[in-house]
């Protein structure tokens, strides 16, 4: 496995001197290169959403504008997912390339998290606008298909990497964390839905499926973000193309918090009382120790980021910039819920603005990378 990203094409305007003819074969070619990477626009738009609705601090009009954002994912996961649905078609060959990607299969991990998004920001934002029957309809398929995608995502792709090349110590990046991450948002996502199930062994169910999905991916997370750690302590930071996947490690982390704290609020209406107040220990006790780490790698990212900032490219990894970021303003969020510490309400509503201005940037550089037709170009070969 290579070491570094492929170098993705730099946004650059096109010359006006440019033949036509290349822009017309530029757009008949169009999905040729749409990667299950495409989903990150949808996680990070989403999560946009869905984070607004847990801030401590709801100024008027919050809600309805992490609506509308709402409504913005479902829009974008309809565009990408038809897009995707071309791009297999056209251009079968591609496609099952970047299954076979040392660095793209990874990005697998993206679909299945974006149709988690979109199907969480259904159940608690759409239902101001589509109704609570609907929305709890729409999220049950949208949390069944992302379940299910997540979890191949992390069997298949950790198998191909077991049994195919063996990969150099050094080749270890955030994207790593992509396939195993989809479970933990499905263990997140599914306790929403838990109160919406009938009593008994059907919330018992869903409660003890959500808790095992938590500790499949918060293990193999684990042991891989001990990888990342190793990786950058004896081979310095990745290449400045890559330099955005290093936020990534923040999404299993801010998403294990999150995920312990909506368990520990489910719990009382699916597990016998000694097990509900457990649940409500673990995930304060379990969520501010995980919280001190994400913070630490905060900071780690963002002097990362800062040094490179004059040198990296625009790519779709930038996108790594949201979503990881807003699973933090979540696990924060969970942690005042059941801590009362202005810490964590203070800290919540800073990351959010992060992540606003993050999506703003990022949002705003995707679009003017499709318009100049750089993000529809190939990728230049992965370095070795």
Do not use: K
């Not at 010359?15 to 008949?28: L, N």
């Amino acid at each position: 496995m290579t070491s570094t990203l492929p170098r993705p094409a730099v946004f650059r305007p096109r010359h006006h001197t440019r033949p036509v003819r290349w822009a017309r074969v530029e757009r008949a070619d169009a999905f040729r290169h749409i990667g299950p990477n495409w989903f990150a626009a949808v996680m990070g738009t989403g999560i946009v959403a869905t984070a607004a609705v847990t801030l401590p601090w709801q100024p008027h009009g919050l809600r309805g504008a992490a609506t509308a954002v709402w409504a913005l994912a479902a829009v974008l996961l309809v565009v990408v997912a038809g897009a995707f649905a071309v791009h297999w078609m056209r251009h079968p060959d591609a496609a099952r390339a970047h299954g076979r990607h040392p660095v793209m299969a990874h990005f697998y991990g993206a679909p299945p998290m974006a149709l988690l998004t979109v199907g969480a920001g259904t159940l608690l934002l759409g239902s101001d606008v589509i109704g609570m029957r609907a929305a709890v309809a729409v999220d049950w398929v949208l949390w069944s298909a992302g379940t299910v995608l997540g979890l191949l995502t992390a069997l298949v792709i950790p198998y191909r990497m077991i049994t195919g090349q063996p990969s150099r110590p050094e080749a270890a990046f955030g994207g790593w964390l992509m396939p195993v991450v989809p479970p933990m948002v499905s263990a997140a996502t599914g306790a929403l839905l838990v109160p919406h199930l009938p009593a008994g062994q059907p919330r018992l169910t869903m409660m003890f499926a959500c808790l095992a999905m938590f500790g499949l991916s918060l293990i193999a997370a684990v042991i891989t973000i001990t990888l990342i750690w190793s990786r950058l302590l004896h081979h310095g930071p990745p290449a400045a193309e890559s330099v955005a996947t290093v936020w990534i490690v923040l999404g299993p982390l801010g998403q294990s918090v999150t995920a312990a704290g909506m368990l520990a609020n489910a719990a009382p209406v699916a597990l016998p009382d000694p097990y509900a107040r457990g649940l409500l220990v673990f995930s304060v006790v379990f969520g501010v120790a995980v919280w001190g780490f994400a913070m630490l790698w905060l900071g780690l990212a963002l002097a990362v980021t800062l040094r490179h900032r004059t040198v990296m490219p625009f790519n779709l990894t930038w996108w790594g910039f949201t979503f990881p970021v807003g699973t933090c303003v979540t696990g924060s969020s969970a942690l005042y819920a059941h801590t009362g510490a202005d810490l964590f309400a203070v800290t919540a509503v800073g990351l959010y603005a992060l992540l606003v201005g993050a999506w703003v940037m990022v949002a705003g550089r995707t679009l003017a990378g499709i318009r100049a037709g750089a993000l529809l170009r190939p990728p230049a070969p992965v370095a070795a």
